[in-house]
């Protein structure tokens, strides 16, 4: 099981209750599994040395 797998069902919730997500990951640790996360509803929005754009 990958994590990404493992954390998904959770993302799943908070999402439902939240409609706002700043997704923090500055050495582009998670950039492949967050290209793969396809949730009903959210779209991903990838902050890209201008946080001020976003």
Same mark, same amino acid.
């Given at each position: 099981m990958s994590l990404l797998? &493992? #954390?998904l069902p959770h993302l799943e919730e908070q999402f439902a209750?939240?409609?706002l +997500?700043?997704?923090h990951d500055p050495d582009g640790d998670y950039a492949d599994e967050l290209? &793969? #996360?396809n949730?009903?509803?959210v779209t +991903? &929005? +990838?902050v890209s040395?201008?946080?001020y754009a976003a």
């Amino acid at each position: 099981m990958s994590l990404l797998t &493992s #954390v998904l069902p959770h993302l799943e919730e908070q999402f439902a209750h939240q409609c706002l +997500v700043f997704w923090h990951d500055p050495d582009g640790d998670y950039a492949d599994e967050l290209a &793969s #996360v396809n949730l009903p509803g959210v779209t +991903v &929005s +990838v902050v890209s040395n201008d946080e001020y754009a976003a």
